[in-house]
């Protein structure tokens, strides 16, 4: 579905609106971003109507939220999942047991307290994720979203004509003892072993043109190195600028989790961040990503893979991207 900019169904949603005959009802949050979804029960065997309705929710308000999922499984999240795309595995972190679902889990040290979007590193990074609260702690482990094209928006004309302008390479190698820098031994080792098993380097437009929507967004995030072209230090002071737009309390919407909540927001528009206030106590969540395609700039260039060579595939499952290769050829 085709959402001209300047007709965007978020403009014209109503608080409560009931999407045609599909029976969810899309409860809007906030003024920017985030709604709640009532009236169905996710999992492989729903309608397309019903499907499309969700969709065009998420392309709308950036993330969706849904209570009460509890009866989910690893099966139904991964068959409700494939109504949206191609599930993908993550291009370096093996999954459990053959699965596409991917573990959040606050014991495997990779903590998400940085704003970021998922896996742009490689240049078709997902276009959904879909996250399942499973185990929570008593208190905390909120998770926030930002909405990218509210940022962009709000820029001052200049600023985005700057921005327009702009790419930036993003890697999954970046410099993990500088943002963690009290991160155990055994942390570190899982990064290093893991996480960074290929080190990728992409360069994205630093305003992407949104493919299903038409929105311009900011593509930015944790994964970021530099600005192509720039030194380090007008590097950080332009990816610090752009990112404190993404960063303001007015473009975000904060998750307080339940068990048997899911989450599905749109990764090409938005960046999240994973509240690190739970202490010691155990918080899984589950993890299914839907494939994306490769992002295009404001002048029609594509993002491009700068090393290596080609995205290898993951353990099992096609590599990223892979599912759209002809449609973006
Ligand atoms: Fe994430």
Do not use: M
């Given at each position: 579905m085709t959402i001209a900019p300047e007709n965007t169904a978020a403009q014209h949603t109503s608080e409560q609106d009931t999407a045609g005959e599909s029976g969810i009802t899309v409860t809007r949050i906030n003024g920017r971003i985030g709604a709640v979804i009532s009236g169905v029960r996710l999992g492989g065997d729903l309608d397309p109507r019903t499907v499309a309705a969700i969709r065009a929710a998420v392309i709308a308000h950036k993330v969706v939220f849904f209570r009460g999922q509890d009866?989910?499984?690893?099966?139904?999240?991964?068959?409700?999942?494939?109504?949206?795309?191609?599930?993908?595995?993550?291009?370096?972190?093996?999954?459990?047991?053959?699965?596409?679902?991917?573990?959040?889990?606050?014991?495997?040290?990779?903590?998400?307290?940085?704003?970021?979007?998922?896996?742009?590193?490689v240049?078709?990074?997902?276009?959904?994720?879909?996250?399942?609260?499973?185990?929570?702690?008593?208190?905390?482990?909120?998770?926030?979203?930002?909405?990218?094209?509210?940022?962009?928006?709000?820029?001052?004309?200049?600023?985005?004509?700057?921005?327009?302008?702009?790419?930036?390479v993003h890697s999954n190698a970046y410099d993990y003892v500088a943002v963690r820098p009290n991160a155990t031994s055994e942390a570190l080792e899982q990064y290093r072993k893991v996480f960074t098993s290929t080190e990728f380097l992409t360069e994205h437009p630093v305003v992407r043109v949104h493919p299903e929507s038409g929105e311009r967004t900011l593509l930015l995030g944790n994964f970021v190195q530099r600005i192509s072209g720039l030194n380090g230090q007008d590097s950080r002071q332009l990816i610090d600028l752009f990112q404190r737009h993404i960063e303001r309390p007015e473009n975000t919407v904060r998750w307080q989790w339940q068990v048997g909540d899911v989450a599905?927001?749109?990764?090409?528009?938005?960046?999240?961040?994973?509240?690190?206030?739970?202490?010691?106590?155990?918080?899984?969540?589950?993890?299914?990503?839907?494939?994306?395609?490769?992002?295009?700039?404001?002048?029609?260039?594509?993002?491009?893979?700068?090393?290596?060579?080609?995205?290898?595939?993951?353990?099992?499952?096609?590599?990223?991207?892979?599912?759209?290769?002809?449609?973006?050829?």
């Open positions: 009866h989910l499984d690893e099966d139904q999240h991964e068959a409700f999942g494939q109504l949206l795309g191609t599930p993908i595995a993550h291009p370096t972190v093996p999954s459990a047991d053959g699965r596409y679902s991917l573990a959040i889990d606050s014991d495997h040290g990779a903590r998400a307290n940085q704003w970021h979007t998922d896996v742009t590193f240049p078709a990074y997902p276009a959904f994720s879909i996250l399942r609260a499973a185990v929570l702690p008593p208190y905390g482990g909120n998770t926030l979203w930002s909405n990218t094209s509210a940022a962009y928006a709000e820029l001052p004309e200049p600023l985005r004509a700057l921005a327009d302008s702009l790419r930036a599905i927001w749109d990764n090409r528009a938005t960046q999240h961040y994973g509240v690190d206030d739970s202490d010691d106590y155990d918080r899984k969540l589950r993890r299914v990503t839907i494939d994306g395609d490769v992002p295009v700039g404001t002048d029609g260039r594509r993002s491009t893979l700068l090393s290596p060579s080609e995205v290898p595939a993951p353990s099992f499952g096609p590599a990223s991207g892979a599912s759209t290769a002809e449609a973006a050829a």
